[in-house]
């Protein structure tokens, strides 16, 4: 055995045990910058071995890793309290669109390890009493697949088991994005998703629904019939995968192939929500606009968004500036972008949502992790650590450290984007 693979074997081993401590308990910052630094020793380690020692090791890796997210409850997120409520009340036969948890109208619904009689640190209830829900007085924000996935995964839950059965789905709908994107990208770059400690913290032991997206946009850019299709469900996931569409049209304007693949996008979408606009009208909008509104990405541009921007512009300037260049990102990918290499053009675009409006959630981060692991981008990677700096700073933080961070990756990005052009024809190295 060479010592690269023992190295790198080593430095997998290690992040192993971090992440174990890491979901064990709240966001902490020494463990995440642990655990990214071993994330990185293992990527510089492995960088020499050939690919057939790396392939099992990327595979092996990635499963015992994505397993870590399944030794302790959701150590940093209460979002899959809401995925099981959802899920039990579709399971119901109603609209999860249609009622707050808080409603008394569901309160045939309540049952007591949702909404336990022991209300410390947990969500009050106008009627009084208390959930694990958050925001309890506002009903769902997810989109229709997600509402089937959390029906879903309702169905197939023993009763009483809680959110283990999500994360159970979550770590495997983490190997099956592993398994894909060893296919059809190689083991080397596949590592960047393999051994990525968002995965694990995100995918599998938060359980965010973002990974059922993330393993769509993966599916859809491994093939090319149908993909539109795919593409379409990732959207009606989470909404994120949006930014992907673009990469989809890479280099070329051409109406036609714009309609066969935004026309079965469409088309996905939209018959997601029939059966729930049939159920609850325009309340399948859900909670989106407040959500908005509440995490400061309006007209305001205050709070910890954008800060970026924020360094370069007033700060409410910051949300037009994001608008505008995003845009023009979206359209530089459009006119120039490779249609062979559609997962570039997609990186770009999901990249720059996040290094533009620079999010407190790291789970946002897991479609970037994804798309730079096919494209073989890791400078793009800092965007999920900065997510994750964002977020166990948390929202009562000075927001120094996430500007740093997000400041940071975009240098980062913009280096490597500068150092990868190429050179113009006539021209040496030394020229």
Known sequence: MSRSTL??????????????VTVSGP??????????ALFAAALW???????????????AGGIVLAATGLTAPPSSSTDSFRYVWDGQVQAAGISPYAHAPSDPALAGLRDPWLFPKDCEGLYPLPDGGCTRINRPTVPT?????????FLLVHWLSPEGSGQQPLQVAGFLLAVGALVALHRVAGPRRAAAWAWCPAVPVEAVNNAHVDMLGVLLVVLAFSVVRGRGALLGAAVAAKLLPVTALPGALAGSLNWRRALTTLGPAGLVVALSYVPYVLASGPSVIGYLPGYLKEERYDAAGDGNRYAVLRLLLPDSWAPYAAIV?????????????????????????????????????????????????????????????????AYADGPAGSGVLATAFYTASALAVMVALLARRPVPAGLSAKE
């Open 7 to 20: 190295a790198a074997g080593a430095a997998l081993a290690a992040l192993a045990a971090v992440l174990v």
């Open 27 to 36: 966001p902490r910052l020494g463990w995440y910058l642990a655990a990214w």
């Open 45 to 59: 380690a492995a960088r020499r071995l050939p690919e057939r020692r790396l392939g099992p090791l990327v595979l």
């Open 141 to 149: 924000i997810y989109p229709p697949l997600a509402q089937g996935y």
């Open 325 to 389: 260049l995003l845009a023009v990102v979206a359209l530089l990918v459009l006119r120039h972008g490779d249609a062979e290499r559609p997962w570039d053009g997609a990186l770009l675009v999901s990249g720059a949502f996040l290094l533009l409006l620079t999010p407190g959630y790291s789970w946002y981060a897991l479609l970037v992790v994804a798309l730079a692991a096919m494209a073989g981008r890791p400078e793009w990677l800092g965007t999920a650590l900065a997510g994750a700096i």
